[in-house]
């Protein structure tokens, strides 16, 4: 099993809709949780982090993170074709700085 | 990405090639790391440095050697290249345990 993971897509929604990207990790005692965005040929930037459970909300953006499901969804709402990229979840470990990502979504928003 | 310094940002090398890749950070973060990205592969942890003078390995350490040379720089090291280590490799900054990494900009490396 795989300490993080998501579901590599390709998901696709039209301009407008809610986008939803899901990760699950396997270490239950992870602590740090953050979403990246990567356009084609360039570094991570991120875009959200949380580090307890419930619902945290930047603009458009909104992560959730449930501990005891060991689970941490990114939700974009009206979606642009501009978040069109690839979505990296991280975890870091208890009281650590060893950072695992899963292989990424690929989002494709339709105009 | 103001801040972390990658070198040099493209480089093609043969097998059996020895290479060593740059890193530096001007933001006085105690820890850096090195990932590589492939297709469909993600970002894979190879190595990292929690802080000066330590360094532990990451997912795919194989292959490879670091070096953190003082708070700055964080260097990896390919003694041998192999063509399963072509890939884009990234490193990472970050000041404390719960803050966010900080990217450079990636050197793509071939080896043919």
């Known amino acids: 099993q795989k300490e993080v993971e998501q579901n590599s897509g390709p998901l696709s929604v039209p301009e407008g809709a809610i986008a939803s990207l899901n990760c699950t990790y396997s270490?239950?005692?992870?602590?740090?949780f953050f979403w990246y965005r990567q356009y084609s040929g360039k570094s991570p930037e991120l875009i959200m982090s949380?580090?307890?459970?419930g619902d945290k909300e930047d603009g458009r953006f909104t992560a959730q993170l449930n501990k005891a499901s060991q689970y941490v969804s990114l939700l974009i709402r009206d979606s642009q074709p501009s978040d069109s990229a690839t979505y990296l979840c991280?975890?870091?470990?208890?009281?650590?700085?060893?950072?695992?990502f899963g292989a990424g979504t690929r989002l494709f928003v339709k105009a | 990405n103001a801040g972390v310094t990658q070198t040099p940002k493209f480089q093609v090398l043969k097998t059996g090639q020895s290479m060593t890749l740059q890193c530096a950070q001007d933001?006085?973060?105690?820890?850096m790391y090195w990932y590589r990205q492939d297709p469909g592969m993600g970002l894979r942890l190879i190595y990292y440095?929690?802080?000066?003078?330590?360094?532990d390995k990451g997912e795919v350490p194989n292959g490879y050697n670091v070096s953190r040379l003082n708070k700055r720089e964080f260097s990896l090291r390919l003694e041998s290249a192999a063509p399963s280590q072509t890939s884009v490799y990234f490193c990472?900054?970050?000041?404390?345990?719960?803050?966010?990494?900080?990217f450079g900009d990636g050197t793509r490396l071939s080896i043919l």
């Open positions: 991280a975890v870091r470990n208890t009281g650590g700085f060893k950072t695992i």
């Open positions: 270490d239950r005692v992870s602590q740090s």
């Open positions: 949380i580090y307890s459970n």
């Open positions: 933001m006085n973060h105690n820890s």
């Open positions: 440095s929690a802080s000066e003078g330590t360094t």
């Open positions: 990472a900054a970050l000041t404390e345990s719960d803050q966010p990494q900080h």
